[in-house]
């Protein structure tokens, strides 16, 4: 069977129009450049939160690190002494890591005490931020060891400090050094200023309570870190008192990282010294 069409009609193929091609094209356009955002979004985030949790992991190290050393303080190994069987305790008023230098009532101490800790001095670096800067004494030795006899305080390698500056970038660096002053010793880095830039660093000992142990009134308290000075401001009215100081430092760091200072970080510790300074008023 065959079909045949009128001569006189015409047939045309059909397609896309051009601005039918061109809104397919735009739909096309947006919904890669829809997927390429989101795609772009989840690897900044997701480099954020690398970066973050860099930033988290360098400040967390150096806050331990602070905090090991600054609980150390004051610490005495020949406060206990094993003698013929029998344990010995020594007076904490002779220990040199944390004696009063103005408590004057040494005499009965063995050995008599001539070189003195810092007692946990809080300051700064000439120049840089207040209360940047921290600098004590804890006994690193042996009484054993003949060149630390009985524990006392070795001025070449007992003192240690922590501080804050700033490079000539003005880049905050925390440094540390074997020193009794935040100006003077040999102060080496402990964090990398090409990685992080350390904005803040703060030592707070307002929270250090200082109890006089021979009286029970209500007032028998002093808080701050000069608390021992202020008893003994009150002299003589407390003569032969001892003073028992509690010492309590908060450390505030935050810092950001150099190739992205969108990323910050601040932490906050609160550091109980296990060992208190006892001072008796002569």
């Known amino acids: 069977m065959y079909f045949s069409y009128p001569a006189n009609k015409s047939y045309k193929q059909t397609g896309l129009a051009l601005i039918e091609l061109l809104v397919g094209l735009v739909v096309a356009l947006l919904a890669v450049t829809f997927i390429l955002n989101i795609y772009i979004t989840n690897i900044r985030s997701t480099s954020e939160t690398v970066n973050a949790s860099r930033l988290d992991a360098d400040l967390r190290s150096v806050m331990t690190y602070m905090v090991e050393e600054?609980?150390?303080?004051?610490?005495?190994?020949?406060?206990?002494?094993?003698?013929?069987?029998?344990?010995?305790?020594?007076?904490?008023?002779?220990?040199?890591?944390?004696?009063?230098?103005?408590?004057?009532?040494?005499?009965?101490?063995?050995?008599?005490?001539?070189?003195?800790?810092?007692?946990?001095?809080?300051?700064?670096?000439?120049?840089?931020?207040?209360?940047?800067?921290?600098?004590?004494?804890?006994?690193?030795?042996?009484?054993?060891?003949?060149?630390?006899?009985?524990?006392?305080?070795?001025?070449?390698?007992?003192?240690y400090g922590i501080r804050l500056i700033e490079n000539d970038d003005d880049i905050?660096?925390?440094?540390?050094?074997?020193?009794?002053?935040?100006?003077?010793?040999?102060?080496?880095?402990?964090?990398?200023?090409?990685?992080?830039?350390?904005t803040e660093l703060t030592f707070d000992v307002t929270d250090t309570v200082c109890t006089d142990v021979n009286t029970s009134s209500a007032s028998n308290t002093k808080s701050g870190g000069d608390c021992i000075q202020d008893y003994l401001d009150e002299i003589p009215s407390l003569s032969e008192h001892r003073i028992v100081q509690n010492k309590v430092v908060i450390i505030t760091l935050e810092g950001e990282l150099r190739n992205d200072d969108v990323v910050s970080k601040i932490l906050e510790q609160t550091v109980n010294v296990r060992n208190r300074t006892v001072a008796k008023i002569p």
């Open 172 to 198: 905050g660096i925390i440094e540390i050094a074997k020193s009794i002053s935040c100006d003077g010793g040999t102060w080496n880095a402990l964090t990398d200023p090409e990685i992080v830039d350390i």
């Open 70 to 159: 600054i609980r150390r303080a004051g610490y005495w190994k020949a406060s206990v002494v094993e003698s013929g069987g029998t344990t010995e305790i020594a007076d904490p008023k002779c220990n040199p890591f944390s004696a009063y230098s103005n408590d004057l009532d040494f005499t009965d101490c063995d050995p008599v005490i001539s070189t003195f800790g810092t007692n946990l001095v809080v300051s700064k670096k000439t120049g840089e931020a207040d209360n940047s800067c921290i600098t004590f004494t804890y006994d690193r030795g042996n009484p054993s060891d003949p060149d630390d006899p009985d524990g006392i305080l070795q001025t070449t390698n007992e003192y």
